[in-house]
Structure formats: structure tokens, C-alpha cells
């Protein structure tokens, strides 16, 4: 955003200037701020922060994991060890991300309320539904809805540079010329960004879980033997901590 906001303010400014000097100079000056912030935004969200912040996430939904299989009686937390378990567990959590406790200096955690899952059952309907219904199939479509946003600004940003480039060569507009860069820039700071939030993959990666799921509950038998609810609670986080590593993945790649 800094950049196109540099981009439109300076061009902006070029052809103010001969006719209003006060405002020319005050749009030169806001595109000098716009791409002067541009590296200080960019330092922020640089490569070992994202890192960083992915393995805090990474850390957090393993945690969510272990309390909703506990809570759930599954898996090892079946008989008399289960709390000693899950707090063996956590432990080793915390141990493994202990390099980035700096992170949470000054923030006060929010209390909530443990989840009303007892049993497997409990644990289909306000985890595995509520993720389905709740999280998974919303954000399916709303990254859907973004790549549509992008794919309708790139064709109208297209369309107007073409405008833009057919008048100034055909009526020789000095100032149209100017305009098409910026659309050009526009564009392509649009698609840049796109391409790096991952809209499209998001999309992808929503969609499949969610089908994941659905099918595993769809395929849930609930007369199953111990074995069976265990089998289906694991498979459940699975589906769940694959996306979350992909995702993370994604975002750690570059």
C-alpha cells in the first residue's frame, strides 16, 4: 500500500505543480513519506519474524490439540495417567519454543472458559463441527471472495491502462502518459500482494479440510469400540495439524 500510495501521490504531484505549487509540494512530500516508510514496514515483517510467529502458532495449536484429546478421554489419555500425561506433554511444548518467550513479555493471556468436551461425542459437535462450521467452510469463502477482489481490481487496473496509454498516443495527453506506469504499478503491487498473502492456496487449503472432516464425520460411527473413538480423534487432529503445517509451511517457504 505504501508504494502505490507513493506512486499516485508523485505522479500526482509532477502535475499539480505548474498549476498549484502549495499543492504539488504537499503530495511530493507525501509520496517522499509513503516510500520512505516502505523499508521500515518491510523490517517489520521481515523473514525471522514471520518464522517466529509461525512456530508460536505452531506451538499453540499443538497445545490445542493435546487439551481437546484429553478432554475428549482419547487416545493416551485413557485411564488413570491421563493428567500427568498431558501435562508432560505441555511441558515438552513449551521447552521446544522456550528461545521465543520473548515474544510474550507484557502480554496478558485472555481466561476463557475450558471447553464442555467429556467424551468423543461431545468432541465431534464443538471441535471437529464447530471447526467445520465455524472456521474452515467461512474461510473457504472468503478467501474465494478475495481472489475474485484481486482477479476484478487486475482487470479493471488493466483496462484503465489501456485507456489511459490509447489517449495519450492517440491525442497526444502528456499527462494520461504518466498515469499508465502508476496503473502498471498499481497492478502489480496488487498481484504481488496476492500472491504473497496466498489467496488462492488458502482457499485451496480451507477447502480440502473442510471435506476432510465432513467425511470423517460423516463416517463416524457412534456405537464404535474405544479403539474406533480413538482412531477417529486422531485422524480429526491429523487432518487439522496438516493444514496448520502447510499453511505454515507456506509462509516459511520464502
Not at 101 to 106: D, I, K, P, S, V
Not at 201 to 221: I, M
Not at 224 to 252: K, L
Request: with cysteine.
Amino acid at each position: 500500500m505504501l508504494g502505490i500510495a507513493a506512486a499516485v501521490l508523485g505522479t500526482a504531484s509532477s502535475q499539480v505543480m505548474s498549476w498549484n505549487g502549495m499543492a504539488g509540494k504537499a503530495l511530493a512530500f507525501g509520496a517522499a513519506v509513503a516510500a520512505g516508510l516502505v523499508p521500515i514496514a518491510a523490517k517489520g515483517a521481515g523473514p525471522r519474524r514471520t518464522r517466529d510467529w509461525t512456530r508460536l502458532r505452531s506451538v499453540s495449536e499443538a497445545v490445542k490439540k493435546e487439551t481437546y484429546t484429553f478432554l475428549a478421554q482419547a487416545g493416551p489419555y485413557r485411564g488413570p495417567n491421563a493428567e500427568s500425561e498431558l501435562v508432560a506433554r505441555i511441558d515438552r511444548l513449551r521447552a521446544s519454543a522456550s528461545d521465543l518467550t520473548r515474544y510474550l513479555a507484557g502480554i496478558a493471556p485472555v481466561r476463557r472458559a475450558v471447553p464442555a468436551v467429556y467424551d468423543v461425542d461431545s468432541y465431534a459437535d464443538l471441535r471437529v463441527k464447530a471447526q467445520l462450521d465455524g472456521y474452515y467452510r467461512p474461510k473457504a469463502v472468503e478467501m474465494a471472495r478475495k481472489v475474485a477482489v484481486v482477479q476484478r481490481i487486475e482487470t479493471v487496473l488493466g483496462i484503465t491502462g489501456a485507456i489511459l496509454g490509447a489517449v495519450s498516443g492517440v491525442f497526444g495527453v502528456e499527462q494520461a502518459s504518466a498515469w499508465v506506469a502508476v496503473a502498471a504499478t498499481v497492478a502489480a503491487a496488487v498481484t504481488a500482494h496476492a500472491a504473497a498473502v496466498k489467496y488462492g492456496y488458502q482457499e485451496l487449503e480451507f477447502t480440502r479440510t473442510a471435506e476432510e472432516l465432513d467425511r470423517l464425520l460423516l463416517g463416524r460411527s457412534t456405537a464404535g469400540s474405544p479403539a474406533d473413538e480413538d482412531a477417529f480423534v486422531g485422524q480429526c487432529e491429523h487432518v487439522i495439524s496438516i493444514q496448520n503445517e502447510a499453511w505454515m509451511a507456506a509462509w516459511t517457504a520464502e
